[in-house]
């Protein structure tokens, strides 16, 4: 298990064990740290005790958003990196072109196969080059801590496991794309 909570060195959400940025709610996050003994500057971000704490919260609240309609990529990242922030026209066209989707495409199923493309865009968004500390497994460990949970308007499947000759596949293929549109 990942762990970076508190050094300096690293970007505010590696340092905070919360790498998609989650800022401070009142959710009672697996793994969080209470909001008394929580260091970030101005307790404005979630800590966890763990990186795979931070990036199950996180797709825990991917998932919850894109059951109450913001079931296209620019839906949810609008709201997840909001304009007066964030370049989020830049952020929508990675993280849609990362998970395969245009930007307007209704997302109807979330598998393990997409969360996991969905978090990895979104560590990159926010992290920068400290993304390299958030490995594969941690984000295939947090997938299979989501457990079950009810939601009214899409389907949700983590059972199934993504192999590590998938991953490698997919970062070959994400690499040549990289390497061919640049």
């Known amino acids: 298990m990942s762990n970076f909570l508190g050094r300096k060195d690293l970007s505010r959400g590696i340092r905070n064990n919360n790498p998609g940025n989650l800022r401070m709610t009142k959710n009672n996050w697996q793994g969080k740290i209470p909001y008394d003994k929580n260091k ?59 998970v395969g989707l245009t930007p307007d495409a209704t997302i109807k199923k979330v598998d393990s196969t997409m969360l996991f493309l969905l978090a990895k865009a979104i560590i990159k968004k926010e992290n920068g080059q400290d993304a390299k500390y958030v490995s594969d497994s941690d984000i295939t460990d947090s997938i299979s801590k989501l457990g079950s949970f009810d939601v009214a308007n899409i389907t949700v499947d983590t059972s199934k496991k993504i192999s590590l000759a998938f991953i490698m596949g997919l970062l070959l293929f994400l690499y040549t794309v990289l390497i061919v549109s640049v």
Not at 59 to 64: E, F
Request: aromatic share 8%; proline share 3%; glycine share 4%.
């Open 40 to 98: 970030d500057a101005n307790k404005a971000f979630e800590q966890f005790e763990t990186m795979q704490f931070g990036i199950r919260a996180m797709l825990r609240n991917l998932v919850t958003h894109i059951d109450r309609g913001e079931n296209t990529i620019r839906k949810l990242i609008t709201t997840y990196a909001p304009p007066v922030e964030n370049n989020t026209e830049l952020y929508i066209k990675q993280v849609a072109s990362a």
